[in-house]
């Protein structure tokens, strides 16, 4: 079965910090890698995607995520923290069965960055 | 380019009765999906439509439906409501069928049953 892990619920980070949001996966085959934020009360807006090629990829708002296939990780990354990236933080892998494909997201990490 | 439309955003039902929430895809995107939010479960497929053909559903009981029209835009229905289907319904639509494609979500319609 195709999963996706978020380790920690919550991760505190200061302003200018270097932030990480951890996610591990588990999929047969290839692994397509989404990350999403959600703001409260709203929808979840797209971050970035691994689909293939370089591990390292950049997304929105500064922020990258490394994709590691020996340890099934993907995990998201910014420089320097905003306060305003405080947010929940969800990590997906596209699944694939025969009838179509959907997202299996993970729990979610709140964010909260810190003035 | 107009988002992803979710009407209505706010409703509150009783257990028993019926609802339907819309959703109207970014245009052009054929592809549209459903899932549901709650705190505990997390975010969980519903279902997804490609063409007016429901290609893919979750793991939800048969009181959950879905329908997709000729322009895309997509109702589901949930009936005989119960207090454990109170969770925020989200839409998203895709414009590729393919497991590349980014999916772009609405706002939600959040859905209290009393």
């Known amino acids: 079965a195709q999963s996706v892990a978020q380790p920690e619920d919550q991760v505190n980070v200061a302003e200018g910090n270097p932030l990480t949001v951890k996610c591990t996966y588990s999929?047969?085959?290839?692994?397509?890698l989404f990350w999403y934020v959600q703001y409260p009360n709203r929808g979840l807006q797209f971050l970035l995607k691994y689909i293939t090629g370089d591990n390292l990829v950049k997304g929105s708002y500064g922020f990258e995520a490394e994709f590691n296939k020996s340890q099934t990780s993907f995990h998201l990354k910014k420089p320097s923290a905003l306060v305003s990236d405080s947010a929940l933080y969800f990590c997906a892998v596209r699944a694939i069965n025969q009838a179509g494909t959907a997202l299996i997201f993970g729990k979610g990490t709140t964010l909260s960055v810190s003035s | 380019k107009a988002g992803v439309t979710q009407t209505p955003r706010y409703l509150i039902k009783t257990r028993g009765q019926q609802v339907t929430l819309s959703c109207s895809p970014i245009s052009g995107h054929r592809s549209v999906s459903w899932y549901q939010q709650t705190p505990g479960q997390g975010l969980q497929f519903l279902f997804e439509?490609?063409?007016?053909?429901?290609?893919n559903k979750g793991n939800f009981p048969g009181r959950f439906s879905g329908r997709q029209f000729s322009n895309s835009r997509s109702e589901m229905n949930v009936s005989t409501l119960e207090l454990g289907d109170s969770a925020l319904y989200l839409c998203a639509s895709s414009s590729t069928n393919f497991p590349t494609g980014e999916l772009f979500f609405g706002e939600g319609s959040r859905l209290t049953v009393l």
């Open positions: 439509y490609f063409s007016e053909t429901q290609r």
């Open positions: 999929v047969s085959g290839n692994p397509y």
